[in-house]
């Protein structure tokens, strides 16, 4: 059971560059989140889907896209990146009768 | 809004001493109150999670949680560190009546176990 997958796990972009980053989920949850980590700063939601065709701005929206492809897979697209994209993102996903999220292994991103 | 605050940037420890890493939190409602550990260059572990009864709540690797409604805590304690436990610990509120999105995270708290 892989659980929450993401690709890919490295990635160095030029600013104004785009890229996407996917997650993937085995575990039929309904709702899928992708977070960014900053150091000091925990945590913020980028963009959240509660179930499969929906979609919802979080804290920090600005400068990402997400698609929910299917009830599986939830990916966040830069159109074009600028260095304060430089995080670790996360995908997460929630059964919608379990409280707990299960997350991914992470994308380092730098852009240059 | 609903808020949590880890107060500890670092705790360190020396193995064999109990831990506690401190959580606080605001919320309008009723909480669901977690912990998530993060090992370096991996993804989030939960832990444990409060949601109804009993305060004291136990969770994975010999870790539990204290919720304390009258000062807005959930703490997180073992009372016999470990070398391993050194890792990053993250606190996270959800309102009971709040929508999919709203899981909030604290800043997080280094713990350092030192042999």
């Known amino acids: 059971n892989a659980g929450v997958t993401q690709t890919p796990k490295f990635q160095v972009l030029k600013t104004g560059q785009s890229m996407t980053l996917q997650c993937a989920q085995d575990m039929n949850h309904n709702s899928m989140y992708w977070y960014r980590q900053d150091p000091g700063m925990g945590l913020r939601l980028i963009y959240y889907s509660a179930s499969e065709g929906t979609t919802d701005k979080g804290e920090v929206p600005n400068g990402y896209n997400v698609s929910r492809l299917n009830k599986r897979e939830f990916s966040l697209r830069l159109e074009s990146a600028a260095p304060s994209q430089t995080s670790v993102y996360f995908c997460a996903s929630r059964d919608r009768g379990l409280a707990e999220a299960f997350f991914g292994q992470g994308t380092r991103l730098t852009v240059v | 809004a609903q808020s949590v605050a880890q107060p500890e940037d670092q705790v360190n420890v020396a193995e064999g001493n109990p831990l506690t890493v401190k959580c606080t939190y605001s919320v309008s409602g009723n909480p669901y109150l977690f912990w998530y550990v993060q090992y370096p260059n991996r993804g989030l572990q939960f832990l444990l999670k409060y949601i109804t009864g009993d305060n004291l709540v136990k969770g994975s690797y010999g870790f539990e949680a204290e919720f304390n409604k009258s000062q807005t805590s959930f703490h997180l304690k073992k009372p016999s560190a470990l070398v391993s436990d050194s890792a990053l610990y993250f606190c996270?509120?959800?309102?009971?009546?709040?929508?999919?999105?709203?899981?909030?995270f604290g800043s997080g708290t280094q713990l350092t176990v030192l042999p």
């Open positions: 996270a509120v959800r309102d009971i009546a709040g929508s999919a999105r709203q899981l909030t």
